[in-house]
């Protein structure tokens, strides 16, 4: 038998094309695991009306964790439409397996480390190493969303916050509530991953990214709570930063920070800018880590106009292989391939189109093999 159990979730367009180059490298790596197939994404959507079947569901719950390509999803209307004849008028609505996953999982850590690889032409500067801690499954993204507003919920708002007096002449079906719920555990978790990771991996400080002075409950108890767990961390420095200042001195000054920790919706916000000052999607890696279960997946989607063209970028689907195998405490074999990547990044032979180069994935992936044997 083999030593891990991986299941294996290409998914829709180019998910397919880099996940092939994930399996050739992991081969090339040695690395002993099975990797059972799960169905996701759009075709599942389409004839069975559920883009993440229930017996992937089981298929996950019976492995190590899972590697994820990409998938496709549509707005309401699109999706409704595409669906076979027999599901048509089913009233099955289309839900984003991965916030499925998450939730269903407990992935409540989304990890995006985003590096800068000596070399790469896409660098908004070459000594920027950063590493982003999302809270996953709280915070604005839960989707417990309310249009119209119900009158019981009307009534215990105005009851209760004298601000929500000025909305108290809007009918109720001219008002779309979102709520942002953070709870102290959940804060409590981000923040001492974030600090553990600080501290096996030598940063000097987290920065809690929120907006207290706003959000003064939400933010407010995610930064409370960060002071809090600070303290078992003498020597990493808690930075504090407001979301929109953060933007700014996040392009501006990259290199000056290190781990950064944030709610669900300002973490999703922060890990994109991150990632395009390393080399924008064809870099951006991602862990979704919960207590016992995990889920590895590129940042990039389908991206439906390159389908079969062999042309994308395969290292965010590496580097999340790495992570992966980070995870798996594979340390070994995890710096092996990250040395590969950054050979591969730095000589600059094998680009892809997004590097300015004529490399299609494949040879990107033949590349990086040869410099693992
Ligand atoms: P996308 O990420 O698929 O592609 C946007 C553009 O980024 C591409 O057209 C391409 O120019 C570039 N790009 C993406 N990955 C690249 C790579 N590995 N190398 C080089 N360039 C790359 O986002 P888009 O076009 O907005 O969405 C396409 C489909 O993917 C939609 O159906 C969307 O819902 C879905 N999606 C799925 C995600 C997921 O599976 N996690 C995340 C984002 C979008
Ligand atoms: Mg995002």
Redesign the pocket.
Known sequence: MAQYKIAWLP?????ID?MNIARSVLDALEFDAEYPHGDIG?EFWRTEGNPLPERTLELLRNTDCAL???????PKEEAQEALIPELKDSGLVYSSP?VRLRQEFNLHTNLRPCKAFDGNPLNLRDDIDLVVFRENTEGLYVGIEFHPLPAELMDVLTRNHPKMRRFGDVPLDDIAMSTRIITRNGARSIATQAFEYAKTHGYKTVTVVEKPNVLRETSGLMVRTARKVARDYPGIDLWEANIDAMCMWLVKNPQQYGVLVAGNMFGDIISDLCAQLVG???FAASGNIGDRYAVF??????????TGQN???????LLTTKLMLDWLGEDDRARRLETAIARVIREGDAR???MGGGATTTEVGEAIVRRLS
């Open positions: 998914g829709d367009g180019i998910g880099v759009w994820f390509g990409a998938i496709t999803s549509m991965i924008g999607l064809g997946e590129p940042t990039h989607g389908s991206a439906p106009k390159y042309k994308v970028n395969p290292m965010a689907m892809t189109y997004d």
